[in-house]
């Protein structure tokens, strides 16, 4: 089973409209990440955040971390057509848990213009 | 080399061939992971190197599945006897260390007829 869940599985909204995505995993993590996907083919590193940070920005990309709740968001504001992707939160483990990389199912984005 | 290179990028084998992929990682990466990916799905864990320790193991789904490293290199999944339910792409990604973001490649898209 998969470690991330996301939520929701599919949005879309208007171009320049902010786009929000949420993960909720089940286990101790080291960090917790996002990637970008387009086309169904190699995914793009985006953002990486500890566990002991709970708010980091990266240009149009806010990520957020919860770890009481075990949860994290990914906000991308004044989206643009490009965004267009499918989105995927990946978490790495504690080291005593074998620092393990496991991928949520991904929340496709479409940015219409 | 600059990322990580998959080869080939797509293959066409027929129903009971046996398969070989490649990734070449970014040079000096010691953690690798292999993925599998279903149209349309999530990124399903196969297989995990680091460093010299034994791989994980613990993603591949049968037996007919099998992945080797040489050193902190190149590592080849093979595929026996394929099956039209292992039609996928595959990924592969590496990191320096095992805790930071991944680079992930391009992908091989296997297509079982």
């Known amino acids: 089973s998969q470690q991330g869940e996301e939520d929701p599985q599919a949005l879309s909204i208007q171009e320049g409209e902010n786009a929000t995505m949420n993960c909720s995993y089940k286990t101790s993590i080291n960090n917790l990440q996002w990637y970008r996907q387009n086309s169904g083919r190699g995914l793009v590193h985006l953002i990486l955040?500890?566990?002991?940070?709970r708010e980091k920005h990266s240009g149009r990309l806010r990520v957020t971390l919860d770890t009481s709740k075990k949860s994290s968001s990914l906000l991308i504001t004044a989206s643009r057509a490009a965004d267009t992707a499918s989105y995927f939160c990946?978490?790495?483990?504690?080291?005593?848990?074998?620092?393990?990389?496991?991928f949520g199912g991904g929340t496709r984005l479409m940015v219409k213009p | 080399g600059a990322g990580v290179s998959q080869s080939p990028s797509n293959k066409v084998t027929e129903k009971g061939k046996d398969v070989e992929l490649r990734c070449d990682p970014i040079?000096?990466?010691?953690?690798l992971y292999w993925y599998r990916q279903r149209l349309g799905q999530g990124l399903e864990f196969l297989i995990y190197f680091q460093g010299n320790s034994a791989p994980d193991k613990s993603g591949l789904p049968s037996d007919r599945f099998s992945a080797e490293r040489t050193g902190e290199s190149v590592s080849t999944l093979t595929i026996q006897r394929t099956q039209q339910e292992d039609s996928a792409v595959y990924l592969c990604?590496?990191?320096?260390?095992?805790?930071?973001?991944?680079?992930f490649g391009s992908g091989t898209r296997l297509t079982v007829v």
């Open positions: 990946a978490t790495v483990a504690s080291y005593n848990a074998g620092n393990m990389l496991t």
């Open positions: 955040i500890r566990s002991n940070e």
């Open positions: 990604a590496s990191s320096r260390q095992g805790f930071g973001g991944y680079t």
């Open positions: 040079s000096g990466h010691t953690a």
